[in-house]
């Protein structure tokens, strides 16, 4: 069974729009999504691998996902208040 995808649009369905905008328009969240777009593929290919939930290089992966989405997730809806 395949790992599922934890990109923002997919997370957050109702916001693709505005994560589809901010890509195209903003060099700075482009940037920021590819680096977590990035991280979720490595992620989940240890996944995909079996690694262990306790290995520490996992986890710091894991916590970085998690900051980014939510400095991400920030952005967008800081932009949506804005309009």
């Known amino acids: 069974m395949p790992i599922a995808s934890h990109e923002l649009s997919v997370d957050f369905p109702e916001y693709a729009e505005s ?3 901010l890509i195209e328009d903003d060099l700075q969240f ?5 680096i ?4 979720d593929k490595q992620i989940r290919g240890l996944q995909d691998s079996g690694i262990g939930t306790d290995d520490d290089h ?3 992966l ?3 996902r998690a900051y980014l989405k939510q400095h991400l997730y920030n952005r967008v809806t800081a932009t949506i208040t804005q309009h």
């Open 36 to 39: 977590y777009s990035k991280l």
């Open 19 to 21: 994560i589809k905008r």
């Open 30 to 34: 482009k940037l920021e999504n590819d």
């Open 62 to 64: 894991k916590k970085q």
């Open 58 to 60: 996992y986890c710091r």
